[in-house]
């Protein structure tokens, strides 16, 4: 009996071994899955299961498969921190998130203090790599500080007798933005007539159009997303105002069109280069459009936030928190972003921001 108890051990054991060792690598991606955000959330999911679908296809991460968890947390700090601590306990070995930059900056101390590597595809806040709290925080996106630099120098060269009213949604990147995008309007001798903030999730901006009116406001900067902004757009049409339209990357989803109709035609805004526009990417893209899906905004970020981390686990032979980070330091990485590779903060070394008008329905770059 005692051999067979040692045996039956043994076996176990074995198969145990046998089962963690051919077991799913699994990684993640969080946004607002769900909200007045959702369409990013949707963005972000749309990546990411075609990046785990493409690895997989062509024989997965040191020849296992990867498996995906999907994380909703409503661009809400505190259900960001909760997805986190779920993530972790399902044992994710990777995040390419999360969208919101208020969410991920609180998420990123517990993936930091879990061992799990964080790259968001699109939280552009400053914070969330000069504060990192711990090495293996990323990003693939640019930050505010950058997109501020060319918004603001963009305003005062070409609206400098224009009235410019700045506002934001009091959020770490709607506010963020506005005040980087300020900052640099104002150093390079342009003032703003208004600098407000607004409150987001509401349905009626016409005390802050009328307030703008009253102002004679020209050019509208909007620190915040696409929901708000396009309310204000219908709503300074609605009374007669022909201001133009003026935001970041947060505008780039067809569901600001689908809010203002063609009120919203000639809204500028800034966002990096168009990955669609990579040569290199065009066979991927006509794949996600053969599924009926347009890789618009931050679609490709998140697919390529996770072919970086693939890559640097094939590259470090490992998918251990530590060589993952050596790797994701010291390699350069092929996306369908271009080449990248991160600094010493672990921001993306990638071309900075560009402006686009909303025209007819879409965007696309600033003639």
């Known amino acids: 009996m005692k051999k067979k108890l040692l045996a039956g051990i043994a076996l176990s054991a074995a198969l145990a071994f046998s089962g963690t060792a051919n077991a799913d690598i699994a990684i993640a991606t969080a946004g607002p899955m769900t909200g ?4 990013f959330g949707a963005q972000m999911k749309a990546g990411a299961e075609q990046a785990v679908e493409d690895i997989n296809a062509a024989g997965g991460v040191l020849g296992q498969q990867l498996s995906l968890e999907i994380g909703d947390d409503a661009c809400d700090p505190k259900q960001a921190v909760a997805v986190a601590n779920q993530m972790a306990g399902k044992g994710v070995v990777f995040m390419a998130g999360h969208f919101c930059s208020g969410s991920s900056i609180p998420s990123s101390a517990v993936y930091a203090e879990e061992g799990i590597v964080q790259i968001s595809p699109a939280s552009t806040n400053p914070k969330f790599t000069d504060e990192r ?7 693939v996106c640019g930050r505010d500080d950058q997109q501020g630099q060319v918004a603001g120098a963009f305003l005062a060269e070409n609206f400098g007798d224009t009235n410019i009213a700045v506002v ?20 390079a001798g342009k003032a703003e007539t208004l600098y407000e903030a607004y409150t987001a999730g509401e349905k009626d901006y016409t005390a802050l159009v009328s307030k703008l009116k009253a102002e004679n406001i020209g050019i509208l900067y909007v620190g915040g997303y696409h929901t708000e902004a396009g309310l204000m757009v219908r709503q300074m049409r609605d009374q007669g105002m022909d201001t133009v339209l003026v935001s970041g990357d947060a505008l780039v989803t067809d569901e600001y069109w689908s809010i203002t109709g063609d009120a919203g035609e000639g809204t500028l805004m800034t966002f990096s280069p168009d990955p669609r526009k990579n040569p290199d ?3 991927l893209v006509e794949k996600f459009r053969a599924k009926g899906i347009e890789p618009e905004g931050y679609v490709l970020y998140t697919y390529a936030a996770i072919q970086a981390w693939a890559a640097a686990a094939e590259a470090a032979g490992s998918t251990d928190y530590d060589a993952i980070v050596k790797a994701l330091n010291d ?8 080449d990248l590779s991160f600094d010493d903060k672990g921001d993306v070394t990638l071309p900075g921001y560009v402006f686009y008008e909303w025209k007819a329905g879409k965007y696309d770059y600033l003639n």
């Open 36 to 39: 007045q955000y959702a369409s």
């Open 133 to 139: 709290p711990g090495p293996g925080t990323y990003r």
């Open 168 to 187: 934001h949604d009091k959020t770490a990147y709607g506010k963020g933005l506005a005040d980087q995008t300020k900052k640099f309007m104002n150093e």
């Open 281 to 283: 990417a065009a066979p």
């Open 331 to 338: 390699g350069a990485f092929k996306t369908v972003l271009g």
